[in-house]
């Protein structure tokens, strides 16, 4: 509900005549003598005692306007039976009491008022829905895919699932132990066949540090292979 506003209110004056008597002997003239000055002539318009609501209106604006001893919720006291229980709410067309007339607010239209200028509840917010993915390799290059996405890594579903078929077959606890990497003590692994260096060096947050973890291993080749070639869809052969 808005706060309380004065508003002075107009004067209106009344136009007063007197009968004054000039002239000698018994001839009179009447004249017609205007006052709109002096205290004596000065008579204030009385206060309506009703309102009638119009489209727009709210018990504080009103209140303010006739000046109601008391305020909103003095008036609204005085008329809640034709308001009803929210003050925030009065129909166009309703006749409200005015003056001093009205009685204080009794305990229970105070608390109503109160109750019904509180904000109204906001619902809590729903935690954001996670996506499940299967667990096979469909799943696993899906959610790779959106991880990509979020970090700006380019690649697409067909050129990763080409180089895992090229590469593991499809079995994420692949691991290459005859090559020269194996010779070296880093063999490649996981679905991607990628060797523990590259892996740290391209792991991508928010993903597993196990480099035979399949969304992991996807990302960080997909990632690797983006700042070597462009792109996973541009590796054809061993990389």
């Known amino acids: 509900m808005p706060a309380k506003g004065k508003h002075r209110r107009p004067k209106h004056y009344r136009i007063t005549r007197k009968l004054a008597l000039a002239g000698t002997g018994g ?5 017609p003598l205007i006052s709109a000055t002096t205290a004596g002539a ?6 309506p005692t009703t309102y009638s609501v119009v489209a727009g209106d709210t018990l504080s604006e009103i209140a303010a ?16 039976s034709v308001v009803g229980d929210n003050p925030s709410i009065i129909r166009p ?7 001093t007339q009205a009685a204080e607010p009794d305990r ?9 200028l509180k904000p109204a509840a906001q619902p809590a917010a729903k935690p954001a829905a ?23 890594i380019p690649g ?59 969304v992991a291993n996807i990302t960080a080749a997909c990632n690797y292979a983006a700042a ?12």
Do not use: C
């Not at 306007?65 to 809640?80: D, E």
């Not at 096979?136 to 895919?145: H, V």
């Open 156 to 214: 697409s579903y067909n050129g990763i699932h080409r180089n895992v078929m090229r590469e593991s077959s499809g079995n994420p606890l692949a691991i290459n132990n005859w090559d020269i990497n194996a010779r070296n003590g880093i063999p490649s692994k996981g679905l991607l066949q990628v060797i523990d260096p590259t892996f740290r060096a391209y792991h991508v947050p928010g993903t597993s540090t196990n480099s035979y973890d399949p």
């Open 228 to 239: 070597r070639y462009g792109s996973i869809d541009n590796v054809n052969g061993a990389y």
């Open 42 to 47: 000065v008579e204030t318009a009385a206060a």
């Open 65 to 80: 306007k006739h000046s109601v001893s008391g305020g909103w919720q003095q008036l609204y006291a005085a008329n809640r």
């Open 108 to 116: 229970a239209s105070r608390s109503a008022a109160r109750t019904a």
């Open 93 to 99: 067309g309703i006749k409200l009491k005015l003056g």
């Open 130 to 152: 996670v996506t499940a993915y299967p667990n096979n390799l469909d799943g696993w290059i899906r959610e790779s895919l959106a991880v990509m996405a979020k970090h700006g």
């Open 27 to 31: 001839a009179a003239l009447t004249l």
